[in-house]
């Protein structure tokens, strides 16, 4: 009854006498066979979970060769040279002498095709080729130089961020894990945030004109408002541009310095003018800045002797230029605008300069 319950080994004994009679031992008994099969049985059992134990600590869902051979390493067993394939391999067989081979049948050559071929070329050795990255503040047009963003891809970008983002994800290539009893696992990958960092080249850019912009020298002034109004290649630093004149205008308004505040809507009024920019996603910081300049109480120090009237109607002109180009029904900028305007006409302590600004910019 015992025999009858007592589980058959998974290794067959006849394997066990093939390999036997295989290396020249024949007189195999079957009590010997029986031994021998279960602690194969065994062996393998334990390689197997070994091998599992590898897997589930790779995280992986399939059981692999490399997780045998590489339990087969531990335990300090010869691994395996080969695995039966799952293709034919075109090995042809000869036998002679006795003796049996398996060997890949070569490809003949003729020695004519092989004098007529063309040797192949050389590799080019390495060299370094320069390149100018900006001549007089201005990005040239070459092929080591990337491309400039043109304005409709800025407007594309400003109006549809998720456009370009469902573009990169249909790009990607799907990997699926196929399998029978298996599950299909998605890991969702958290993306950082991480800040833009500007070359040393767009840094040096970037003092120099913020420094020529608000600088006493009214020349180099000149210059560094036109290359912010014509230089195609500004699309990177615009964000940290923007950003300065906010924080200009929050602090010299504080401050009443009516000088700065006109030189930090002349760069603004440059940055509004140049063709290849497309400012609508830094509307939150231009449109506030130039709203101060023009409905602020205060601008200057000397209200009764400094111009600050001159100030309010270029900001008004500017902010006229900002509705002109960027209104649009989705963000209500114009209405926006005007509810500000209305509300300092309708409001009966608002200064006179404010009522100015207000009827300027209206």
Same mark, same amino acid.
């Given at each position: 009854m015992a025999e009858d319950c007592q589980v058959a080994p998974s290794f067959p004994t006849e394997s066990i006498k093939v390999i036997a009679e295989s290396i020249g031992i024949s007189a195999v008994g079957d009590d010997v066979a029986k031994e021998l099969s279960e602690e194969v049985t065994f062996r393998l059992k334990i390689l197997i979970q070994d091998g599992m134990k590898?897997?589930?600590?790779?995280?992986?869902?399939?059981?692999s060769t490399a997780d045998f051979d590489n339990v087969l390493k531990l335990k300090n067993i010869e691994p395996l040279y080969g695995i039966h394939p799952g293709e034919h391999i075109p090995f042809r067989f000869a036998s002679g002498g006795g003796r049996e081979l398996h060997f890949l049948e070569d490809k003949e050559l003729e020695i004519n095709e092989m004098v007529s071929s063309s040797t192949p070329r050389l590799p080019l050795q390495m060299t370094v080729k320069p390149h100018w990255l900006?001549?007089?503040?201005?990005?040239?047009?070459?092929?080591?130089?990337?491309?400039?963003?043109?304005?409709d891809a800025q407007k594309k970008d400003s109006v549809d961020p998720a456009a370009k983002l469902s573009a990169q994800q249909e790009n990607k290539?799907?990997?699926?894990?196929?399998?029978?009893?298996?599950?299909?696992? !998605?890991?969702?990958?958290?993306? @950082? *945030?991480?800040?833009? !960092?500007?070359?040393?080249?767009? @840094? *040096?850019?970037?003092?120099e004109i913020t420094e020529a912009c608000v600088g006493s020298d009214e020349p180099k002034r000149g210059e560094a408002l036109h290359s912010l109004a014509f230089d195609p290649g500004l699309h990177q630093m615009v964000p940290r541009l923007c950003t300065f004149i906010a924080e200009g205008i929050r602090v010299n308004v504080v401050q009443k310095n009516l000088a700065l505040l006109i030189y930090l809507m002349r760069m603004a009024k440059a940055l509004l003018d140049n063709q290849t920019l497309y400012l609508e996603k830094y509307m939150h910081e231009l449109v506030p800045s130039v709203m101060t300049c023009i409905v602020s109480r205060q601008l200057c120090m000397k209200p009764d002797m400094d111009n600050h009237w001159a100030l309010r109607d270029f900001a008004a002109r500017l902010i006229s230029q900002i509705c002109k180009n960027?209104?649009?029904?989705?963000?209500?900028?114009?209405?926006?605008?005007?509810?500000?305007?209305?509300?300092?006409?309708?409001?009966?302590?608002?200064?006179?300069?404010?009522v100015y600004g207000a009827v300027a910019g209206k």
């Open positions: 590898n897997m589930h600590h790779g995280k992986r869902k399939r059981f900006a001549i007089e503040g201005v990005q040239p047009t070459i092929p080591e130089n990337p491309p400039p963003i043109t304005k290539d799907q990997k699926h894990i196929h399998g029978r009893g298996m599950k299909s696992i !998605e890991t969702v990958k958290v993306k @950082q *945030l991480a800040t833009h !960092e500007l070359s040393a080249e767009q @840094q *040096l850019y970037y003092k960027y209104n649009t029904t989705t963000n209500g900028l114009q209405t926006r605008i005007t509810r500000v305007f209305s509300r300092c006409l309708n409001t009966e302590r608002t200064p006179l300069s404010s």
